[in-house]
Nanobody, 110 residues
């Protein structure tokens, strides 16, 4: 049974930072492409960043230079480091590697 569990979300002020984690069981991240998505209220879910099995990364234009996706193969965990956060980054963030996690809420507000 595959399970993806996101953590690390919360309330942060504009300009602040957060690091999201996605831990997996039943699937090996290093063998597949993993993506971080987000969905804001009233909007469609969008891809924020992805990392391939080979370690290549890709980012949405809106987060380039601010977000970094990485993977720890020993821990079978994928991270999303988010810096210089903006109110428009507020959303539920989901991890996906053929399966979806439950999501973690990120709120950027003063």
């Amino acid at each position: 049974q595959v399970q993806l569990v996101e953590s690390g979300g919360g309330l942060v002020q504009p300009g602040g930072s957060l690091r999201l984690s996605c831990a997996a069981s039943g699937i090996i991240f290093s063998l597949t492409t993993t993506g971080w998505y987000r969905q804001a209220p009233g909007k469609q879910r969008e891809l924020v960043a992805s990392i391939t099995s080979g370690g290549s990364t890709n980012y949405a234009d809106s987060v380039k230079g601010r977000f970094t996706i990485s993977r720890d193969n020993a821990k079978n965990t994928v991270y999303l480091q988010m810096k210089s956060l903006k109110p428009e980054d507020t959303a539920v963030y989901y991890c996906n590697a053929q399966y979806w996690g439950q999501g973690t809420q990120v709120t950027v507000s003063s």
